[in-house]
């Protein structure tokens, strides 16, 4: 499904397989019907890609919940302008790909954490948060290559196992110190 350029005001359950793909980060926006504490892309499928768009610059909902073991979900080149509470959340038994994408964004509402990772073998690739940061509790999960910054708290919380850091670079956050955030 190609989106054109313009605002789109929606909240989608995504059931089967599926490719979304917006016009650029700079011409297709998304957002959800109001300020809400719901996501405006839930799935619960294999094989799907949700690309090129800009979401949130309006409302302060959460954008991604992918769930019920859903495997090979891509998310990439997405632009989330407000960071509400987990805005993307990764649950246990699922396998994802966030790439190329900015997550916060300077002067819009960010709280709470970007990413929440509850699921094992997710790729997290190339990425920029700004004043959110990554929960992690799955195992064999690759972070790689993130920029991290303006966080007041962690700016990567790991608990699982076999996770792999890699060239993750955090910047203007608190120093890292034993169980005081970093």
């Known amino acids: 499904i190609d989106v054109g350029h313009g605002n ?9 397989e599926v490719t979304i793909r917006g016009s650029g980060i ?9 300020n809400t ?27 991604f919940y992918v769930q019920n073991g859903a495997q090979d979900v891509e998310i990439k080149n997405i632009k989330m ?3 509400y509470s987990e805005t993307i959340y990764l649950e246990s038994g699922t396998k994802t790909t966030l790439k190329n994408s900015i997550i916060g964004v300077q002067g819009a509402s960010i709280s709470s954490n970007g990413l929440y990772i509850g699921g094992s073998e997710n790729i997290i690739d190339n990425n920029v948060f700004y004043g959110n940061s990554i929960v992690i509790y799955g195992s064999n999960n690759q ?6 910054s303006h ?8 608990s699982g196992s076999n996770n792999l850091l890699s060239g993750n670079t955090v910047s203007d956050s608190p120093e890292n110190k034993d169980d005081e955030g970093g």
């Open 151 to 158: 966080t007041s708290d962690w700016s990567i919380y790991l």
């Open 81 to 83: 302008h407000n960071v």
């Open 8 to 16: 789109f005001e929606l909240q989608v359950y995504v059931s089967r």
């Open 143 to 148: 972070i790689k290559n993130n920029e991290i």
């Open 37 to 63: 504490s719901n996501y405006a892309f839930t799935t619960n499928t294999n094989n799907v890609v949700l690309s090129d768009f800009t979401i949130n610059d309006v409302t302060n909902c959460r954008s």
């Open 26 to 34: 700079d011409s297709t926006f998304i957002n959800c019907y109001g």
